[in-house]
């Protein structure tokens, strides 16, 4: 997960590197497509880093749950 928030940072700070180049400045066709490119490849990781997060707290919460009932069973206070 950390990586692909270092990737995400990594391809944010490249585009706006870009974007701070003045227009025309060589190879102004390419620097478009270039951009394109980092923004959909952000949106991509972005998303996954989003789900990757959803499913991870998913899973802790589950095991958080499981652990829980475990202990209730356990407990003194059931006898």
Do not use: F, H, I
């Amino acid at each position: 997960m950390r990586a692909v928030q270092r990737r995400c940072e990594l391809a944010r700070r490249r585009l706006e590197e870009l974007a701070k180049r003045p227009p025309g400045t060589p190879p102004a066709a390419n620097q478009s497509n270039r951009l394109r490119d980092l923004e959909r490849r952000l949106d991509e990781w972005s998303g996954r880093l989003q789900r990757a997060m959803r499913v991870r707290s998913s899973r802790a919460k589950q095991v958080v749950e499981s652990a829980a009932g475990r202990l209730e069973t356990l407990s003194a206070l059931n006898c």
